[in-house]
């Protein structure tokens, strides 16, 4: 049993973006009923020591009043103690992928054998380390909605390969207001790439004999007026099917009266 207000917490390693006050209500109330089943865990750091795992067990007891806590004592260096943290949340599965990656991202700055090493004791795969890391990269705005369950992890994996910033903060401002599937990521992906693909320049360099034939020129009918135009000259409007109909719907209209046009 050890004295609540001698565990300090580090605040650097802790890994949550913020805690969970409905959850540690329902745990205070468990353990007033139960008990506390899983100790906490520590680490001595002079006369006073350090939480390396069990922050809301901690938070419980204190709002049960109570001075003492159960808890495991162990000596342990920052990576040794970041291995716990990690495995515990891990395993306990309450962690965002955001959360995961903070605390990744610290174990892996720690731990000498690097990303491999970590893998190996966490029991994951590299891919997986590689992929949680990879989110530390993100924009913060596209890291909250991940965090707060408005966009998916692997949609959110898609919308931050999209290269051009404004895009990309359009795109995620949709995603995390309507929702968005890892699908509808990658095809939003996909469009971003083909619009900032620039157009294909014909080189007499590149063909045999130095021989470049004239290509013929391509018409397509506008999609509203139906008259024909030359390719180049079309733009390429995205449209939902609701907008669409009322577009084509007002192109068919005839105007009326003599301020029809404005």
């Known amino acids: 049993m050890v004295a609540i207000h001698l565990i300090d917490l580090d605040h650097a390693r802790n890994g949550r973006l913020e805690t969970n006050p409905a959850s540690i209500r329902r745990l205070r ?3 007033a009923t139960s008990g506390l089943i899983n100790p906490i865990t520590i680490r001595p750091t002079g006369k006073r ?28 260096c920052d990576a040794e103690a970041s291995t716990m943290r990690l495995t515990e949340n ?17 174990l892996v700055e720690s731990a000498p054998g690097g990303v491999d090493h970590v893998a190996a004791t966490i029991g994951r795969s590299v891919s997986w ?52 599937s890892a699908r509808t990521a990658a095809l939003w992906l996909q469009d971003s790439i083909s619009l ?34 030359e390719m180049q000259n079309l733009r390429p409007v995205r449209l939902c099917p609701d907008c669409l109909s009322i577009v084509q719907n007002a192109s068919r209209q005839e105007p009326e009266g003599e301020n029809a046009h404005e």
């Open 29 to 31: 109330d468990q353990i």
């Open 49 to 76: 020591f350090q939480l390396i795992a069990g922050l809301n067990r901690l938070e419980a007891f204190k709002l049960l009043q109570r001075a003492e806590i159960p808890a495991h004592v162990v000596t342990a």
């Open 90 to 106: 891990l395993t306990r599965s309450d962690l965002s992928p955001v959360e995961e990656a903070a605390q990744l991202g610290d």
């Open 129 to 180: 380390v590689l992929d949680r890391l990879e989110i530390l990269d993100w924009d913060p705005d596209l890291q909250q909605a991940v965090h707060s369950k408005q966009i998916s992890a692997s949609a959110a994996k898609r919308l931050a390969r999209i290269t051009d910033p404004e895009t990309r903060r359009n795109y995620i401002h949709q995603a995390a207001t309507h929702g968005i």
């Open 196 to 229: 900032a693909s620039p157009p294909s320049i014909l080189s007499e360099n590149l063909i045999p004999n130095g021989k470049v034939e004239s290509s013929p020129t391509i018409f397509y009918a506008c999609f509203f007026c139906g008259e024909n135009h």
